[in-house]
């Protein structure tokens, strides 16, 4: 079982900078592929960014690619979300997920474990 509880999120003004955090639960974090997802309302969740369990590779939705980097911790069980030039368009509530590795899995959403969200709001 793994717990994710993500933090960070608030509100901004366009082209200012977030950090998100998403802390995991669990002795097992290293052997998860983590990924982030977002939902705006009335949309459909969508996929943000992804990294595999040793941290050596990274995916990126087109729409925050050069924008957005995340990385992760496996010592302190955290992902991370660095996100940059943030536009009005981003504004959504940001999920941190967790595939027991299947890191081409998490992609496409199928995702193992799931976070409560955290709301990030980027005024124009």
């Known amino acids: 079982q793994v717990r994710l509880v993500e933090s960070g999120g608030g509100l901004v003004q366009a082209g200012d900078s977030l950090r998100l955090s998403c802390a995991a639960s669990?002795?097992?974090?290293?052997?998860?592929?983590m990924g982030w997802f977002r939902q705006a309302p009335g949309k459909e969740r969508e996929f943000v960014a992804a990294?595999?369990?040793?941290?050596?590779?990274?995916y990126y939705a087109d729409s925050v690619r050069g924008r957005f980097t995340t990385s992760r911790d496996n010592a302190k069980n955290t992902v991370y979300l660095q996100m940059n030039s943030l536009k009005p368009e981003d504004t959504a509530a940001y999920y941190c997920a967790a595939t027991y590795k299947d890191y081409d899995g998490l992609k496409i959403g199928r995702c193992d474990y799931w976070g409560q969200g955290t709301q990030v709001t980027v005024s124009s």
């Open positions: 669990g002795r097992t974090f290293s052997t998860y592929a």
């Open positions: 990294i595999n369990w040793k941290g050596g590779n990274t």
